[in-house]
């Protein structure tokens, strides 16, 4: 269940705080296959803040397809 929940992260509505280069959480669908996982000043794991500084290659093209389509 908890596999899933992360899985669908991707294509949550933004947070305020989301841009293309970070995330308020973590956009990853699989964070174990992360090259960043748990690393304390990059990881929305590991940082109190739960930003992360590394989202996944793919995120700047989500970011605008939500920041889009959160527009209409």
């Given amino acids: 269940m ?3 929940r992360q899985a669908m992260a991707f ?3 933004l947070h305020p705080s989301d841009t293309p280069s970070s ?3 973590c ?5 174990n296959i992360c090259a960043k996982n748990d690393m304390s000043a990059i990881c929305a794991f590991a940082r109190e803040d739960n930003m992360c500084l ?4 793919s995120w700047k093209k989500q ?3 939500l920041r ?3 527009n209409k």
């Fill in 2 to 4: 908890k596999r899933n």
């Fill in 11 to 13: 294509h949550l509505p």
């Fill in 23 to 25: 995330t308020v959480g």
């Fill in 27 to 31: 956009r990853h669908t699989n964070p």
């Fill in 54 to 57: 590394a989202p996944p290659a």
């Fill in 63 to 65: 970011y605008e397809k």
């Fill in 68 to 70: 889009t389509e959160g």
